[in-house]
């Protein structure tokens, strides 16, 4: 990603946020870690994988943040670059990798008694897919390569849209088999992603210069992904959290 000329604000925005994104996944990762010794042995598991999600991603925020600061300095009161291009690729080897571990967190959770294997492999090929079409339109130029910067985000729209259409048809169904206050967390945790995944195409939108200028293209976009993935990973896995210990406390296999 090409740097652009910030000022003091604008940059500090963005450093305090990706800094922001760093504790929430570190501490989320501290709570998960912690909260799986007090859930049934079925769905810790689940807490694992919530785990991952959240060290991974903290790892590559703390990288961003490297890479933030190694391509700008202070001048005259402005930040300007460096020369050393800042590195958001690390944001797409993140979601290739979380992703994935963000869908098998709530079909292990949800204990599908039938087919649970092979609706999740859809779904990760689906996630893959996605991520893997939206990267190329992420290092388009947006004033340059505008078209191809649309034309590969509405491709990876498609399996976007399929794996909505999954947890809300095929894992829709499957919500009524479990216990009411379960469900009402399930059905809460299925609007929390349409909700954070649904902000992303907005941010990548973002990106294009002709909406906030230059500067202010470039912090809205490291600002919407850092809140979306905070939203998404951590706040998302306090929810499988929640539903782990409702389904533990509903089939009696809390810890005593």
């Known amino acids: 990603m090409s740097a652009t000329t910030l000022t003091l604000q604008q940059f ?16 989320a990762f501290a709570f998960f870690v912690m909260g799986r010794k007090i859930v049934g042995p079925k769905y810790r598991l689940a807490l694992v994988v919530s785990s991952l999600v959240v060290l991974i991603a903290g790892y590559h925020y703390w990288r ?12 005259d009161g402005m930040y300007v670059p460096t ?29 599908l008694k039938k087919e649970s294997g092979s609706v999740l492999a859809k779904l990760i090929l689906a996630a ?33 849209l399929y794996i909505l259409y999954v947890l809300w ?15 009402v967390l399930l059905k809460n945790t299925r609007y929390l992603i349409l909700l954070t995944w649904g902000f992303y195409p907005i941010v990548y939108a973002m990106g294009s210069y002709g909406w906030l200028g230059g500067a202010g293209s470039v ?16 706040l998302y896995g306090v929810m499988i959290f929640a539903i782990a210990y409702a389904k533990s406390e509903a089939d009696g296999s809390l810890p005593a």
Do not use: C
């Open 12 to 27: 500090s925005t963005v450093y305090n946020m990706l800094s922001f994104a760093v504790a929430s996944m570190l501490g």
């Open 64 to 75: 961003i943040m490297g890479s933030w600061t190694a391509a700008y300095a202070l001048k």
């Open 83 to 111: 020369g050393e291009p800042f590195n958001d690729a690390y944001r797409y080897v993140d979601w290739l990798l979380t992703v994935p571990l963000l869908l098998t967190e709530l079909v292990l959770v949800m204990k």
């Open 128 to 160: 893959i897919a996605m991520i893997a079409l939206g990267y190329p339109g992420e290092i388009s130029n947006p004033e340059s390569q505008a078209g191809a910067r649309l034309m590969w985000g509405v491709l990876s729209t498609v399996p976007f």
């Open 169 to 183: 048809v095929r894992l829709g169904d499957a919500i009524g088999e479990h216990p009411a206050k379960v469900q």
């Open 219 to 234: 912090v809205a976009v490291q600002v919407g992904y850092s809140i979306a993935d905070v939203t998404a990973k951590a």
